[in-house]
């Protein structure tokens, strides 16, 4: 699986705003745009999918800006993958079986279900909350199971 700039960015602002917000004080996207070094109208696309996915609520005003729509610990990296990206199947058969005749037998399918399997596993266990720990830490490994 390879993550779009869409989905890297966007995890990096959830990050920001799970470190700074506290849970109760807004963040401004103009702040997340220069902290992270993203345009601010790529954010606002990136925004838009978070909010559709109810990881990310807006809240207007001089004092305005973005919150996380439920705990850090209740979202997982899954949710946010899977709200910017879509669906992280490797083959379609595995979303939509009726797509291909072959799917009761076929080897090829069992292999990328394990695939998938395992991304979801990784994917699932590990939560915003976890990320902004690891950030707060300075954390510098290069992956993370």
């Given at each position: 699986?390879?993550?779009?700039?869409?989905?890297?960015?966007?995890?990096?602002?959830?990050?920001?705003?799970?470190?700074?917000?506290?849970?109760?004080?807004?963040?401004?996207?103009?702040?997340?745009?220069?902290?992270?070094?993203?345009?601010?109208?790529?954010?606002?696309?990136?925004?838009?999918?978070?909010?559709?996915?109810?990881?990310?609520?807006?809240?207007?005003?001089?004092?305005?800006?973005?919150?996380?729509?439920?705990?850090?610990?209740?979202?997982?990296?899954?949710?946010?993958?899977?709200?910017?990206?879509?669906?992280?199947?490797?083959?379609?058969?595995?979303?939509n079986p009726v797509t291909c005749r072959k799917t009761p037998d076929c080897s090829a399918?069992?292999?990328?279900?394990?695939?998938?399997?395992?991304?979801?596993?990784?994917?699932?266990?590990?939560?915003?909350?976890?990320?902004?720990?690891?950030?707060?830490?300075?954390?510098?490994?290069?992956?993370?199971?």
């Amino acid at each position: 699986m390879k993550l779009s700039t869409k989905c890297r960015y966007g995890l990096c602002a959830m990050i920001e705003i799970g470190r700074r917000s506290g849970g109760s004080v807004p963040v401004k996207r103009c702040e997340i745009s220069k902290t992270q070094n993203i345009s601010r109208p790529y954010l606002e696309n990136i925004f838009t999918l978070l909010r559709n996915g109810k990881l990310l609520r807006s809240v207007r005003g001089a004092n305005g800006g973005f919150l996380l729509d439920q705990p850090p610990g209740k979202i997982s990296l899954f949710d946010i993958v899977t709200a910017l990206e879509g669906s992280i199947a490797p083959v379609e058969c595995l979303e939509n079986p009726v797509t291909c005749r072959k799917t009761p037998d076929c080897s090829a399918r069992k292999a990328w279900k394990k695939l998938y399997d395992v991304q979801v596993g990784v994917l699932k266990n590990m939560t915003l909350k976890e990320m902004c720990e690891m950030e707060d830490s300075g954390y510098t490994a290069d992956y993370v199971i």
